[in-house]
């Protein structure tokens, strides 16, 4: 059984939830708090887990008893285990309220071929399931998953290295210092051509970073803890003070949320020297000011960051005069959970002066007559083969380059001839005749199972608001006896 048969048959239970209430993303937490468990059992760590508290005296159990054992068994798991199972299990509580839904998950994760998930590599089975969960629209967790291929392709033209301090401040579910770790690896044959310091360094100090959201946090250290990467992935905000006192980085890889910051209030750093509620430019703010001198970056952005106009163009100045702004890469549609969003990737050095760092920006144009993916037609590593092929072999984007003119994707331009746009750095040049729209509309079934599930959550709304009139009445007739 290969890692993809386990992640579908895993997947392939959160049907037989559906019944309880649990949505898509409730159910992949669900499964990280038993999956955790049972991996520990394999992997022979249940060491880390208080005694009378692990996977077996889970299943030792049934009906009623186990569902309130497993209530009893996430909460001291989050206050009493050692600390990274105290993060996973932070405010941990279970969705299931059926004793029998509970045994039939036991029992499915049990009967697993845990031999070839562990041949495989446990950590590729779970990050299938993050990108089950993340592919799946109705699960809302798309926000907390870049796509993997272009994550591969922003780490294999950044090229992190061995003793690199390399940084996340938007981690989501860990995929760009998973990458990040994955290529150091392969350039280092499994980081036996490293000294015993130098592995250590690796595994405890190289990546660390930040996640607002709780879920996703329990999300990412269960990943990171099952590619055996021992990451500070802090809880938190980066736009708050615990942005600010993060160590400078020689990389930082990262696709920041969108939107605005919650309230519509500005960040509550004092460090930034452009204040704005908009969360991707006080993103590239931390970005830019987080590096160390010489450190590189890569950060994905939308379309408005490269236009706003006022704060705006003033840190898009700010960032050409504090680092070499080298390259923007400009991405397809349809490749993010929001449909229509267009967004880039912006390549940058911290210079070692704050002033006149950008000489000339080339610009990769991925988007214009390029399909629209979705699941009709799924983004691929190999979508990239020809912008890796132009970026070059530089991690600074220093390669000698070929301008490709006006009929080409790539194209330089100067800081002189950017000044003159107003410093825009929207900038496109191709014709754009591709015709976009038939692979965002959603499959047919996908529809009818939309609709269905919207018909089942009115119908419970319907009975429980019957159940509360009912009880009503009652009372009432209480009251008049």
């Not at 405010?91 to 004793?99: F, W």
């Not at 100045?317 to 929001?338: S, V």
């Not at 144009?365 to 912008?387: C, I, V, W």
Request: hydrophobic share 40%; aromatic share 8%.
């Amino acid at each position: 059984m290969t890692t993809q048969d386990i992640v579908q048959k895993l997947w392939s239970l959160c049907h037989v939830l559906r019944d309880d209430g649990i949505t898509y993303h409730q159910y992949v937490t669900e499964l990280t708090y038993l999956l955790f468990l049972k991996m520990m059992k394999e992997t022979e760590q249940e060491k880390l887990l208080p005694k009378g508290y692990r996977w077996g005296d889970l299943e030792a159990r049934d009906g009623v008893e186990q569902l309130t054992f497993y209530r009893e068994l996430l909460l001291h798991l989050g206050t009493r285990g050692s600390g990274r199972v105290q993060a996973i299990f932070a405010n941990a509580q279970t969705m299931l309220t059926q004793p029998r839904n509970l045994k039939k998950l036991v029992d499915a994760i049990d009967e697993l071929d845990w031999y070839s998930a562990k041949t495989e590599g446990l950590g590729d089975l779970y990050e299938g399931l993050l990108e089950k969960n993340a592919a799946e629209k109705k699960s809302g967790a798309g926000q907390y998953f870049t796509p993997r291929p272009l994550i591969d392709a922003m780490v294999h033209v950044v090229k992190p290295a061995a003793g690199e301090l390399v940084q996340d401040p938007a981690a989501g579910t860990a995929g760009f210092l998973i990458a990040a770790d994955r290529y150091i690896k392969e350039q280092t044959d499994g980081l036996f051509q490293l000294s015993e310091s130098e592995q250590r360094f690796q595994k405890k100090q190289a990546f660390y970073g930040v996640e607002l959201v709780q879920d996703a946090h329990r999300l990412a250290l269960m990943n990171l803890m099952l590619h055996d990467i021992e990451a500070a992935l802090e809880l938190g905000d980066s736009l708050a003070n615990l942005g600010a006192g993060l160590a400078k980085a020689d990389v930082i890889l990262t696709n920041p949320p969108f939107g605005t910051k919650k309230g519509g209030g500005l960040p509550t750093r004092d460090d930034f020297t452009y204040p704005t509620s908009n969360k991707q430019i006080a993103f590239l703010q931390h970005v830019y000011r987080g590096l160390k001198a010489g450190g590189r970056a890569a950060v994905v952005l939308p379309d408005n960051v490269l236009f706003e106009e006022n704060v705006g163009t003033e840190v898009r100045r700010d960032l050409m005069n504090k680092c070499d702004l080298h390259t923007i890469l400009r991405l397809p549609t349809g490749i993010f959970y929001a449909q229509g969003v267009k967004t880039n990737v912006l390549f940058f050095t911290r210079g070692q002066t704050d002033t006149g760092n950008t000489r000339a920006v080339w610009v990769y144009d991925m988007r214009a007559n390029m399909p629209s993916f979705g699941k009709r037609t799924p983004l691929t590593r190999q979508h990239f083969a020809e912008f890796e092929k132009a970026y070059g072999s530089d991690p600074y984007g220093k390669s000698k380059r070929k301008d490709q003119g006006e009929e080409g994707r790539f194209r330089r331009f100067t800081r002189e001839e950017i000044k003159g746009r107003g410093d825009n750095l929207d900038i496109a040049w191709l014709r754009d005749e591709s015709v976009h729209g038939a692979d965002e509309l959603p499959e047919p079934e996908e529809i009818a199972a939309e609709i269905m599930e919207k018909l089942r959550v009115a119908m419970a709304e319907i009975e429980q608001l019957q159940a509360a009139m009912l009880h009503d009445t009652d009372g009432n007739r209480g009251v008049q006896a």
